[in-house]
């Protein structure tokens, strides 16, 4: 069978119930309701994320999940359960869908017997980033914008400029100068602007809010507006589906500003209210972070709420040097609601366990996703995880991107 190109999404995928069972916007802190028709990007009295709700009684009664599994592969083959209203403006480059590989090998190394990796370095871009940029430009194609920004690490402005061009719209990108080269090219290439800072995201992040509100670009920075968590929480559904409606004992996730970890946790409540789980055990989540930039841990560990402002922020990991998250709250809730956990890993441990992963599974995994290793590493050793569990790293992007960064 030879495969259609795709536009946007094939008739074929298309449900004759609703495209998606999308109701509102609400604030994580205080509760209060937006509209989903137009445009917000937080709650402007709590300075708080806004979750995207569905009616999942209506789509509890009217999908059936054994339909999706039968659809073409891909994110928006869960339309239902995403936030785009009409199919024309689902901006797709194929993202979703990737492999979860058993690492047999490394298994054996660390004393586990069903240790995966979810691998999202097939993703267009080579990241997991396609997934909520691909969520947030097609939301922000229906509802007209033209002209988006964002600081990144490096990533996610990459993704940005190949989802905006597929959108046909503009894309103005703020990036640390010592982003991976990989990065930047992307970016220009697919016709972004691209503005090099000396400093961090945070940096980054300060200069794209004030031309932003200056000039009018619709800022897509993590958290900042609703939608990027929904393409991120698909890998979250991709895992229950992989295991036949069952979760794994732990995941174990890179956190920088934390968008996939609140996702999945938000896939988790969603699938398990409309039924489709076998059982109700959730796994525990880990977040992992470098010892040079550990907010998350250092929070978790203190028992705080809030995640303080990381001074010195450093690592060979790009992805993981974000001082603070704008959902430190959520972050923390997830890991806390879950009896999970947060470990901080070393430049040189991450680096080492790059290598044996590339060299026992021949996967060349970027910084990221190889700290989960060293941090399964260090929770094995503690007994925290034990032999038999079912255990999930997130592998979220190629090495290759990383070439100049890492040596």
Not at 233 to 240: H, R
Not at 268 to 282: A, I, S
Request: hydrophobic share 40%; aromatic share 8%; with cysteine.
């Amino acid at each position: 069978m030879i495969a259609k190109p795709q536009d946007s999404l094939p008739a074929s995928v298309i449900s004759t119930q609703a495209i998606s069972y999308l109701t509102h916007l609400e604030c994580a802190d205080c509760g209060a309701q937006y509209s989903a028709s137009e445009v917000h990007t937080f709650c402007p009295d709590c300075q708080a994320p806004l979750l995207v709700k569905y009616d999942l009684e209506a789509a509890a009664r009217n999908v059936d999940r054994e339909r999706i599994h039968k659809r073409l592969k891909g994110m928006w083959r869960w339309h239902e359960l995403l936030p785009v209203l009409d199919p024309q403006n689902m901006v797709t480059l194929g993202e979703g869908d990737t492999a979860l590989l058993k690492l047999p090998r490394v298994g054996e190394m660390l004393g586990l017997t069903q240790l995966y990796t979810k691998d999202e370095s097939s993703n267009p871009t080579g990241s997991f980033k396609a997934r909520g940029l691909s969520a947030a430009v097609s939301k922000a194609k229906e509802l007209g914008i033209q002209k988006v920004i964002i600081p990144t690490a490096g990533n996610a402005g990459g993704a940005m400029a190949a989802y905006a061009a597929r959108a046909g719209m503009q894309a103005l990108i703020y990036m640390p100068r010592d982003t991976p080269t990989a990065n930047i090219q992307e970016s220009r290439i697919a016709g972004a602007e691209v503005v090099l800072v000396d400093g961090l995201i945070s940096d980054a992040a300060g200069m794209a809010g004030l031309k932003a509100r200056e000039e009018g670009w619709f800022d897509v920075s993590t958290f900042k507006e609703p939608y990027r968590m929904e393409g991120k929480k698909v890998m979250g559904y991709e895992l229950a589906e992989s295991f036949e409606w069952e979760l794994p004992d732990v995941i174990v996730y890179p956190t920088g500003g934390g968008t996939g970890l609140v996702g999945m946790w938000k896939a988790f409540d969603e699938l398990e209210r409309m039924g489709w789980l076998k059982n109700t055990k959730r796994p525990r989540m880990v977040s992992v972070q470098a010892e040079g930039c550990a907010p998350v841990v250092k929070a978790f560990l203190t028992g705080a709420d809030f995640c303080d402002f990381w001074l010195g922020a450093h690592t060979v990991a790009s992805g993981l040097r974000v001082p603070k998250s704008f959902a430190d709250r959520l972050i923390l809730s997830a890991i806390r609601e879950s009896q999970g956990t947060a470990v901080a890993v070393s430049d040189e441990a991450l680096l080492d366990y790059q290598k044996k992963l590339a060299a026992l599974e021949g996967i060349f995994a970027a910084p990221e996703g190889a700290a989960t290793l060293a941090a399964v590493h260090t929770l094995v050793e503690q007994k925290w995880i034990h032999p038999d569990e079912r255990v999930v790293i997130f592998n979220t992007g190629s090495g290759l991107k990383y070439l100049d960064y890492t040596g």
